[in-house]
């Protein structure tokens, strides 16, 4: 029996590297010639660059990966104190680390400070339908906090625009607190972790992310098949049996396979052309996704041209600075490797849902809008010694309003098809630790499928 997985990022990876281990026949279709979708690292004068993810939260079941795959010792964890700040009024400030320094934050004014404090002893449950992430805000703590934490944090994670973001689909722990305790923060103090209990980790790998995808790349070996477009998946029967029918393109040929099992791991658009021969129902439902565009800008400088210490994890910008760049990540302070002795490296990410029209102007006019962003916030002297930009046009799935709708609905129209299932960042999470577990737990609904035929 064969399973067919379409898209080689690291859900299809990881999916197709699962099954491959409990024995299972895969066959991994990637429509580019490389395998990793926005994962991919890039050494470039003595810097080693991310073009897309930085960095991942530290989750059993991706660190259970990364020791299968043997490369454990490439593990790299970062500094959990790494300082994170905020833009505000063009000055850096420090975001608490911990939520009792909410109450002492010069990012909030004292009503927003009473709001918070005063939220734990009052109830309130979510509205029966959907609610954006910035209603949510302003209902419970008020505009303050959007504008200046938030709404930084939505770009920082989502690329997103808060005003659009679903509250269940984007941050469904926050929504469940409030309707299981009828106070965000009440529920937080509840389900804090026990004293001595592990915490997520902000990680990354010796050789950058790359590491991990392409470990996963090795491992499949032929198994993988780039430059293949799967133009059309039909349902079809050999031998009393309904199997799935594979229309590809490759290599200036067209040829069919068949398939006992498909599962779905490409981009929405792309998901919603082929798999609209089986469904319009499936066009449809993945046609509503929409995708956030963002371009990383990575420089590289020396270390005396700089005023800042670069003493932390970097720092987002709320949208009311009025700057292109959403955030800046100092790369060469959480990681070593990142940069040669004397330099420093950044990445910054522009775009996004609140501002996608600056992705028009040409590279070297976004490059210079980037870095005379960070010259004036990080007090930077002098033109950076190499640079990069990277461009992607598709980012970032976007949970909007609607989305848990999407959602059960795909799940209610995939039922109607025995064999084909979805492990895709817009299905549980475009984090790389979500992308992980969803692609192992769908690779056990595949195993347990193929078993009962």
């Known amino acids: 029996m064969l399973t067919a997985i379409i898209g080689g990022g690291i859900s299809g990876l990881t999916c197709a590297f699962e099954l491959q281990r409990r024995g299972h026949r895969v066959l991994l279709l990637e429509q580019s010639t490389r395998t990793g979708g926005v994962i991919a690292s890039v050494e470039q004068d003595g810097f080693l660059f991310e073009l897309g993810p930085q960095s991942f939260l530290s989750g059993e079941a991706l660190l259970k990966l990364i020791s299968a795959l043997g490369i454990g010792q490439d593990l790299q964890r970062g500094d959990p104190r790494a300082a994170r700040y905020i833009l ?3 000055k850096l400030r420090r975001l608490p680390m911990a939520p009792p320094g909410l109450l002492t934050t010069p990012l909030l004014g ?3 400070k009473l709001r918070l404090f005063a939220e734990a002893f009052l109830n309130s449950q979510p509205p029966d339908g959907d609610e954006s992430v910035a209603d949510f805000v302003r209902r419970k703590f008020g505009s303050e906090l959007l504008e200046n934490l938030v709404g930084p944090f939505v770009s920082g994670v989502y690329a997103g625009d808060p005003e659009r973001l679903s509250m269940r689909a984007a941050f469904p722990a926050l929504h469940e607190l409030e309707r299981s305790y009828a106070s965000v923060i009440r529920g937080a103090i509840k ?4 004293k001595g209990a592990s915490r997520p980790m902000l990680c990354s790998l010796r050789g950058g992310l790359a590491t991990l995808t392409n470990s996963l790349t090795a491992r499949l070996g032929d198994n993988i098949r780039p430059g293949v477009t799967v133009e059309a998946v039909r349902r079809g029967k050999a031998n009393g049996s309904t199997l799935f029918e594979l229309h590809l393109h490759g290599g200036g040929r067209a040829e069919i396979i068949e ?6 791991s490409a981009p929405g658009d792309a998901a919603a052309r082929f798999l609209g021969t089986i469904s319009n129902r499936f066009g449809e439902l993945l046609g509503r996704i929409e995708y956030a565009p963002v371009a990383v800008a990575l420089c590289g400088y020396r270390r005396e041209h700089g005023a800042h210490p670069l003493d932390g994890f970097g720092f987002l910008v709320p949208r009311k600075e009025g700057l292109s760049i959403l955030g800046t990540v100092w790369s060469s302070s959480l990681f070593p490797g990142r940069a040669p002795e004397g330099m420093v490296s950044l990445a910054s990410f522009v775009g996004g849902a609140t501002n996608p029209a600056v992705l028009d102007l040409s590279d070297d006019a976004l490059l210079a809008a980037v870095e005379k ?3 004036a916030v990080l007090g930077i002297t002098h033109a950076p010694v190499t640079r990069l930009l990277h461009r992607h046009r598709r980012a970032i799935p976007q949970y909007n309003m ?7 609905a795909l799940r209610e129209e995939a039922a109607q098809h025995p064999g084909l299932f979805f492990a895709a960042n817009y299905v549980e999470g475009p984090a790389i630790p979500a992308c992980v577990d969803q692609a192992i737990r769908v690779a056990e609904s595949v195993a347990k499928y193929l078993a009962s035929r």
């Open 191 to 194: 389900n804090r972790p026990a």
């Open 110 to 112: 004292l009503g927003s």
């Open 88 to 90: 505000l009024g063009g």
């Open 259 to 264: 398939a006992d099992a498909v599962v779905v």
């Open 373 to 375: 962003e960070n010259a």
């Open 402 to 408: 609607g989305h848990p709708q999407v959602r059960k």
